[in-house]
Each structure stands twice: as C-alpha cells, then as structure tokens.
Nanobody, 122 residues
Framework: DVQLQASGGGSVQAGGSLTLSCATS????????VGWLRQAPGKEREGVSA????????HYSASVKGRFTISSDSARNTVYLQMNSLKPEDTAVYYC???????????????WGKGTQVTVFS
C-alpha cells in the first residue's frame, strides 16, 4: 500500500526557513509527480509544489515561487521542500501528495498523507 510520511514541520519566525521531507513507498516513484499541498485554517486546500523525479520538472504555485525549492531523491523515494523567507501566510498543514500525469498538462491527485504543521509567527 502507498505510504507518504511527511516530516520537518515546526514553528519559525517570519523570514526563517524550514525543510519538509516526504518519504514514500508503495508506488513507482519515478512514474509520478510528488509534492505538497497545504491547507490553512478556514481556507481551501491548495497545491504548493510538485516535481517529476524522472525529468526534474518542478512546479510552484505563484505564492511560493522564488522562496520554496522542491527536490527529489529517487534512491530514497523521498521529496524535499526547502522553504525560505517564510511568511505568516505560509502557516498551514502541509500534506505530501502524489499526482499521475494524464497528459496535456493535466495531473490527477492520487494519494496524500497525513500532514505536518508549519507555523510562521511575526
């Protein structure tokens, strides 16, 4: 069965950094895009970033582009999210997630794991 284990959340002052990790198992890591969703209190879930380890192609939401960097380690089936210049509005539960490539730039969410809390205080 698919397992997505997120870690690395915590509390940090605005302007600080955190690195999230997502250790995965149970699916062909290189055949999917793996990344992160987040959900803040009272807000809808949103996509943050995802990467295709087979091509290195990475996607970022406009709200994090330039501040967050996603990377993957195929040997460990693990994805990382380096988050710099954190803002209070980045406060959310971050979920590791997996998408399948349906072609024509369409990706379907397949699985997501338990989240890790990120709190950014000013």
């Amino acid at each position: 069965d698919v397992q997505l284990q997120a870690s690395g959340g915590g509390s940090v002052q605005a302007g600080g950094s955190l690195t999230l990790s997502c250790a995965t198992s149970g699916f062909a890591f290189d055949d999917y895009r793996v990344g992160w969703l987040r959900q803040a209190p009272g807000k809808e879930r949103e996509g943050v970033s995802a990467i295709s380890s087979s091509t290195g192609s990475a996607h970022y939401s406009a709200s994090v582009k330039g501040r967050f960097t996603i990377s993957s380690d195929s040997a460990r089936n693990t994805v990382y999210l380096q988050m710099n210049s954190l803002k209070p509005e980045d406060t959310a539960v971050y979920y590791c997630a997996v998408w399948s490539d349906q072609g024509n730039n369409r990706y379907d969410l397949q699985w997501w794991g338990k989240g890790t809390q990120v709190t950014v205080f000013s």
